[in-house]
């Protein structure tokens, strides 16, 4: 170790969560919040918008197979298009099998 460094004053066990303040002039509010099935790790930023979902910069439509783009569409399905309408979601998914994945998402 270096000097004047001591080892308790690492974290190894977790990351440090910082949070961003959103800008005074930028009238958009934001939220992101993670999920996570065994490897599989979700993150979603929500903010106010048009109603668009992106999946690693992606349409949700694109999601193979369909059967589970189904699994992704349940919980927008259920907020109802007065909801959904109003907020873009951007999901940045990694790790895992596509199935852990879609089910991370859920979260």
């Known amino acids: 170790l270096a000097q004047g ?11 440090c969560r910082r ?15 993670f999920g996570r099935k065994k490897m599989a790790v979700a993150v979603a930023l929500v903010r106010t918008g048009s109603g668009q979902v992106r999946i690693n910069g992606c349409p949700l439509t694109t999601v193979k197979p369909d059967i589970l783009r189904v699994k992704v569409y ?3 399905l259920l907020l109802g298009k007065e909801r959904c309408g109003k907020v873009d979601i951007r999901l940045r998914v990694k790790g895992g099998g596509f199935t852990s994945q879609v089910y991370a998402m859920r979260q």
Do not use: D, G, W, Y
């Open 5 to 15: 460094i001591h080892r308790s004053s690492f974290c190894c066990q977790a990351p």
């Open 19 to 33: 949070v961003l303040p959103v800008m005074a002039e930028a009238k958009t509010e934001r939220v992101q919040c």
């Open 74 to 76: 349940e919980p927008l």
